[in-house]
C-alpha cells in the first residue's frame, strides 16, 4: 500500500481559520479544546513579512511524545499515525511540553488531546476535515509520493518570486504531516 | 498500575461525529459568495455538521468558518421562538395572532393620524427572496420606507455606479478573474471577507493575473498579491484621480471605447487636470513611480478587473473614489470584455414591475434620508418602527440610534436573536433563518442558485414572506397579492421581472453553481453586464461626469463629513472597523465558534502602542466626538502608525457583551454616494484602568 500523507503550505494560508473550526465540529472537540490552530507571526524584514502558522500533530515517524509518555498512553500505528489513548492518559502534560511542533494540546478536562488525522474519514475513504474545507488548498491530502512533488513544485514557483521556503517532516524528522514553510530569514 | 481518572477528567474530550450518506444541499447565504454547502442533521432534525458542496463549481467543495459556526446560532440560547409583548419592561409570550392584531392596529392609526411616513422600515435582514418580494409588495401598499444595508454598506458604492453605467450591480463575475491580466483590489479584504471563494483570485495569480492590492492595512488578501500599495488612510480618491490623470495625459486610455461608449470625458479630464502622480504622492504617501507605474500596468495589462470593498465605500469621500476609480476602468476599456469590468457583491436582479394596480399602490407621504432618520425619530415625527436586522449595533453612533428607537412610540422586531435592537421593541416576532427558508440567492459570481428549505423550525419562527401577506390580511390590504410561499414568489418574479423570468427553480437546481442573470428567457443568460457596450444610462452611454453636478474632486478625510471640526490636537488618530473571517454582520457573533476565532480587539501599530503606554492585551478607550468604547490592544505592523481598527460588531446583548464599535461613528454621509461612515473617523487612545503613562 502506497503511504498518505498531508501537506500544509504555509504560503498559501490566508488565516480564515476554516480548518480551527472545520476540526472542531467533526471530532466535536468542547468550548476551549482545539487539537489545531493557527498562529499569526510578524517580522519587520526591510518590510513587513507575515506569516500563519498552524499547529497540529505532524505524526512524526520517531514521536518524541511516545517516547516520554510515563504511562505508554502514546503510540505509533502501523499506518504511521500516532495515537494517544485517552483512558490511559495521566494529564501529566510531558508530551505537551515534549513536542517540538506544539502538536499536543491540553484540553480543559485536563488530559491531552491532539489530532487523529481524522482517521475515521480516512477509513471511508474521504479527506481529514481540515483538508475537505482549505479554501486555498494550503491543506492537502493524498499519496506521499504525489505530495512531494507537488510541494517541490510550489517551492520551485515560490523561489522563483525570490521567496525562500523549505519543506518539514522529510529526510531524518519525517512526519505524516509535511509543512512547506515560508524561512523567516527573508 | 491501571487508568487513573483524575476529577477534572470526567468529560469526555472528543467524539467524531457519526457520518450519514444522506446531506441536505444548500446555498449558504451570509457573504454573498454562494458556496455550495451540505447539511448534515441529527435524529432531532439539529444541524450536526455544515460541509463544502464539491458538485459546486465555485467553492468546489471548500468553505470557510462561518456557515459551519452559524449553525450553532440557529439552536443556540440568543434564538428567539415565539412572538412576545413588552409589559412593564419585561417580555411575555403572546400568540402570533394577538401581535399581528396589535401591529395591524397600530399601523393602521399611525397611517391615519400621523401619514404613512411617521411609520419606518429598517430592514436590512428581512430574509430570502420569499421575504424580499413580500416586504416590497407590502411597502407598496402601505407607502412603508425602508432603510435596508444600503446606508450601512452599498449606497456610496451603488449610486455611483448606477450614474456611471446605468446598473448599481457589478459587471462582471468573480469567475471572470482568470480571464483576466490585472486585478485591482481597492480597499477589499476578500482573503477574510470572501474566503470560500478566494481561491478564484489565488488560482488567476498563479495562472499569470497580476494582482495588486491597495489598502491602509496590510491584510490577508494583501499579502497574497503580486503587489502591495500601503495607502494612507482616506486618501484613494487621490490616487484614483492622479491614475486617471495620467491615463489620459499620456494616452493610455482606450480612445475607441471613450469616443464610442462614453460621455464626459473632456470635463472628466478637467477635473483631474491638477493632479499630478507628485501631488498625488505627496497626499497618498504612494511613491510617484509606484503611481506611474500602476497606472502603465493598467493600461498595457489588458484586461484588466477592479474589486472594491467596505475600506473604500464606507468612507466619507466613497463615492469620488469610486467615481475615479470606475471610471477609470471605463476609460481604459474595461468593461464589458471577458476578463474585464467590475467585480462586486451588489447583485441586483431588478424589481417587480406592474404586479400592484396603480389604485391600490400607496406613496410614502414623506422621504428622508438615512442621516435625517435619527432627528426625525428623536423629534416624534417617526411614530412606529418596523425592525429586521441590528440597527442598534450596525448604525452609527449606536448609543444615538438606541435612545431614538427607545423614544419611539411603537416598535417591532422580526428578529432571530435577541439583540440590542430586539430588547428596545414593544413587540419581538421570531424570524425563520435562512436555512429554514426556501428562496433564491444571487452571488458575486453573477448567478441565481436555489435553495431548498434545510432544517424545520423548531418553535413558532416565520419568515418575512409570511409575516408581511398575514400583517396585509390583518390590516385590510388587499393581501391577494402576496405570494403564499418561497416557491409561489419566485414564480412572481419570473413573471414580473424579466430579468430572471427564464431562470426557474428546476434549472437553478439541475445547473451546477446557477443560472447566469439577466435571463429573459434560455439560452439568453448574461454571464457580464454590457457586452454589447449599451448601458443602461439614459444615453446608452458610460456617464463619465454625470455622477455629481460638482467636478469630481479630493476632499481630504479631515475636512470631510465626520471629522469636520474635530480638532486634529485632541483626537490626532483615525479609527476605522474591518471584518474577520469569523464574523458576518452581527449575526455570526452568537456562535461559540465564532467567538473562540474572535474577541473585541483594537489593532494598532507598536509606536501608536507605545505613545498610548499598553500592550498586547492591555485595554484601551478609543474615543471620538460620538462616545468612548473599551478594547483589548492587538498590536500589529499590519496597520500604519497613528490609525487603529477594531471589527464592526459587538453588542450589549451579544455574547460579548461590549459596546457596539459603531458607537464611535458619528452620524455622517459621504456627500457624493450617500453611504454612512463607518471608516477614518478622528479618535484618541488611552490606556484604561491606570495602565500606561
Known amino acids: 500500500m502506497s503511504q498518505h500523507s498531508m501537506l500544509v503550505d504555509e504560503s498559501r494560508c490566508i488565516e480564515c481559520k476554516s480548518c480551527t473550526v472545520a476540526c472542531k465540529q467533526e471530532n466535536n472537540l468542547q468550548t476551549g479544546d482545539w487539537w489545531l490552530r493557527v498562529w499569526r507571526r510578524e517580522q519587520l524584514k526591510g518590510h513587513l513579512v507575515r506569516y500563519y502558522n498552524t499547529q497540529s500533530c505532524r505524526h512524526c515517524e520517531d514521536p518524541v511524545c511516545q517516547v516520554v509518555c510515563p504511562v505508554g498512553a502514546i503510540q505509533r500505528g502501523k499506518d504511521g499515525l500516532v495515537t494517544q489513548n485517552n483512558a490511559k492518559c495521566l494529564g501529566c502534560h510531558v508530551c505537551a511540553t515534549a513536542c517540538p511542533h506544539s502538536g499536543m494540546k491540553i484540553m480543559t478536562n485536563g488530559k491531552v488531546g491532539k489530532c487523529t488525522l481524522c482517521r475515521h474519514r480516512l477509513e471511508r475513504g474521504k479527506d481529514p476535515a481540515c483538508v475537505s474545507v482549505c479554501p486555498v488548498n494550503s491543506r492537502v491530502y493524498g499519496e506521499r509520493e504525489e505530495l512531494l512533488r507537488e510541494a517541490s513544485e510550489r517551492m520551485e514557483d515560490l523561489r522563483a518570486k525570490g521567496m525562500s521556503v523549505h519543506l518539514e517532516g522529510v529526510d531524518k524528522e519525517q512526519s505524516v504531516v509535511m509543512y512547506l514553510t515560508v524561512d523567516a530569514e527573508n | 498500575m491501571g487508568s487513573y481518572v483524575r476529577t477534572r477528567a470526567l468529560t469526555q474530550s472528543t467524539k467524531p461525529i457519526e457520518h450519514d450518506e444522506e446531506l441536505r444541499t444548500s446555498v449558504c447565504c451570509l457573504c454573498n459568495g454562494g458556496c455550495g454547502i451540505k447539511i448534515s442533521l441529527d435524529q432531532d432534525g ?259 478587473m477592479l474589486f472594491e470593498g467596505r475600506g473604500v465605500v464606507c468612507v466619507n469621500n466613497a463615492g469620488a473614489s469610486v467615481w475615479a476609480f470606475e471610471g477609470l476602468m471605463a476609460i481604459l476599456g474595461n468593461i464589458g470584455k471577458p476578463g474585464a469590468g467590475i467585480i462586486s457583491h451588489i447583485n441586483n436582479t431588478g424589481g417587480i414591475i406592474n404586479l400592484i394596480q396603480a389604485n391600490d399602490v400607496m406613496k410614502p407621504d414623506r422621504k428622508r434620508s438615512s442621516s435625517a432618520l435619527y432627528k426625525d425619530m428623536e423629534e416624534g415625527d417617526v411614530k412606529m418602527l418596523l425592525i429586521s436586522g441590528n440597527p442598534c449595533v450596525t448604525w452609527p453612533d449606536s448609543a444615538r440610534m438606541s435612545k431614538a428607537i427607545e423614544g419611539l412610540d411603537f416598535v417591532v422586531s422580526h428578529t432571530l436573536v435577541m439583540d440590542d435592537s430586539a430588547v428596545l421593541a414593544d413587540i419581538v416576532l421570531p424570524a425563520t433563518h435562512w436555512l429554514e427558508e426556501a428562496g433564491m440567492q444571487a452571488s458575486v459570481h453573477r448567478v441565481l442558485q436555489w435553495k431548498n428549505k434545510v432544517v424545520e423550525i423548531r418553535g413558532e419562527e416565520k419568515s418575512g414572506g409570511d409575516f408581511y401577506r398575514l400583517l396585509a390580511e390583518r390590516m385590510g390590504l ?216
Request: aromatic letters at 8%; hydrophobic letters at 35%.
Open chain 2, 46 to 304: 439539529k444541524i450536526k455538521a455544515v460541509f463544502g458542496d464539491p458538485d459546486n463549481p465555485y467553492n468546489k467543495g471548500k468553505i470557510c468558518s462561518k456557515p459551519m459556526a452559524i449553525a450553532q446560532t440557529l439552536s443556540g440560547p440568543y434564538r428567539v421562538r415565539y412572538p412576545m409583548k413588552k409589559v412593564n419592561g419585561s417580555f411575555e409570550r403572546i400568540s402570533w395572532d394577538e401581535a399581528l392584531d396589535l401591529i395591524a392596529q397600530k399601523y393602521n392609526q399611525y397611517i391615519q393620524e400621523n401619514g404613512t411616513g411617521s411609520i419606518v422600515g429598517i430592514t436590512s435582514k428581512i430574509g430570502g427572496s420569499y421575504s424580499k418580494l413580500a416586504h416590497g409588495i407590502f411597502s407598496s401598499l402601505t407607502g412603508l420606507v425602508n432603510y435596508g444595508t444600503g446606508p450601512i454598506c452599498t449606497d456610496s458604492e451603488a449610486n455611483v455606479r448606477k450614474k456611471l453605467f446605468g446598473d448599481g450591480s457589478g459587471t462582471s463575475p468573480l469567475s471572470d478573474v482568470v480571464n483576466s491580466k490585472i486585478l485591482l483590489i481597492v480597499g477589499n479584504n476578500a482573503a477574510q471577507t470572501k474566503a470560500g471563494q478566494f481561491h478564484w483570485i489565488t488560482e488567476a495569480k498563479r495562472t499569470g493575473t497580476r494582482i495588486v492590492v491597495i489598502d491602509t492595512r496590510f491584510t490577508e488578501t494583501a499579502q497574497a498579491a503580486d503587489l502591495f500599495i500601503q495607502i494612507r488612510p482616506g486618501t484613494d480618491t487621490a490616487l484614483g484621480m492622479a491614475l486617471l490623470n495620467y491615463v489620459i495625459k499620456n494616452n493610455l486610455y482606450d480612445p475607441t471605447f471613450v469616443s464610442e461608449h462614453t460621455n464626459g470625458f473632456e470635463k472628466l479630464a478637467q477635473d483631474v487636470s491638477a493632479f499630478t502622480t507628485e501631488r498625488a504622492a505627496e497626499i497618498t504617501g504612494v511613491p510617484q513611480n509606484v503611481i506611474e507605474k500602476l497606472a502603465q500596468d493598467l493600461a498595457t495589462l489588458k484586461p484588466g
Open chain 2, 478 to 693: 388587499p393581501s391577494s397579492y402576496f405570494p403564499d410561499s418561497p416557491e409561489a414568489a419566485w414564480e412572481l418574479e419570473r413573471k414580473y421581472n424579466k430579468n430572471v423570468t427564464g431562470i426557474s427553480r428546476e434549472r437553478m437546481l439541475e445547473t451546477p453553481g446557477g443560472v447566469h442573470f439577466p435571463c429573459a428567457e434560455i439560452g439568453k443568460e448574461t454571464v457580464r453586464l454590457f457586452a454589447n457596450c449599451v448601458f443602461k444610462t439614459s444615453s446608452g452611454k458610460v456617464e463619465l461626469t454625470e455622477v455629481s453636478d460638482a467636478p469630481l474632486e479630493y476632499v481630504d478625510t479631515f475636512d470631510a463629513p465626520g471629522n469636520i471640526g474635530s480638532s486634529r490636537e485632541e483626537f490626532p488618530y483615525l479609527l476605522s472597523t474591518n471584518k474577520v473571517a469569523s464574523h458576518y454582520h452581527s449575526e455570526c457573533q452568537y456562535s461559540d465558534w465564532a467567538n473562540e476565532m474572535e474577541q473585541p480587539y483594537v489593532e494598532m501599530h507598536p509606536l501608536t502602542a507605545l505613545e498610548i503606554g499598553v500592550e498586547k492585551g492591555n485595554q484601551v478607550r478609543v474615543e471620538t466626538v460620538t462616545g468612548s468604547i473599551v478594547l483589548a490592544a492587538k498590536i500589529t505592523q499590519s496597520v500604519p502608525r497613528g490609525f487603529l481598527s477594531t471589527q464592526p460588531y459587538f453588542g450589549f446583548q451579544s455574547p460579548y457583551g461590549q459596546a457596539p464599535a459603531n458607537t464611535l461613528f458619528p452620524v455622517a454621509a459621504d456627500p457624493v454616494g450617500g453611504n454612512l461612515v463607518s471608516k477614518n473617523i478622528m479618535c484618541k487612545a488611552k490606556a484604561e484602568g491606570g495602565q500606561g503613562s
